[in-house]
Nanobody
Framework: QVQLVESGGGLVQAGGSLRLSCAASGDTFKSYAIGWFRRAPGQDRSFVGLISWSGITTYYADSVKGRFTISRDNAEKTVYLQMNSLKPEDTGVYYC?????????????????WGQGTQVTVSS
């Protein structure tokens, strides 16, 4: 079992940066792919990005490519989402999720464990 706790959210002006953290507990963390999703106000969760268990492979939504970067430190059991050049449309609650066998990386149903989320608000 894996427990996930996100942190690092906050209020930032457009063009600014934030780094979100996803801290995990559980001995099997390093065998899970970690995805980031966000829920904008009034919308369903949408895929932001994923990092494989090894950290070698990453995928990003087109809307964040070139601006967001995911990294992980398996020794520290933490995954990071570095967000640069933030836009008001990046506003939402950001969730990290762990999946043992993620076949469709943009599908929330492929993930087994979820954090509680952290709010990111980007002002114009």
């Amino acid at each position: 079992q894996v427990q996930l706790v996100e942190s690092g959210g906050g209020l930032v002006q457009a063009g600014g940066s934030l780094r979100l953290s996803c801290a995990a507990s559980g001995d099997t963390f390093k065998s899970y792919a970690i995805g980031w999703f966000r829920r904008a106000p009034g919308q369903d969760r949408s895929f932001v990005g994923l990092i494989s268990w090894s950290g070698i492979t990453t995928y990003y939504a087109d809307s964040v490519k070139g601006r967001f970067t995911i990294s992980r430190d398996n020794a520290e059991k933490t995954v990071y989402l570095q967000m640069n050049s933030l836009k008001p449309e990046d506003t939402g609650v950001y969730y990290c999720a762990a999946g043992a066998q993620v076949l469709t990386y943009y599908s929330p149903s492929d993930y087994d464990y979820w954090g509680q989320g952290t709010q990111v608000t980007v002002s114009s």
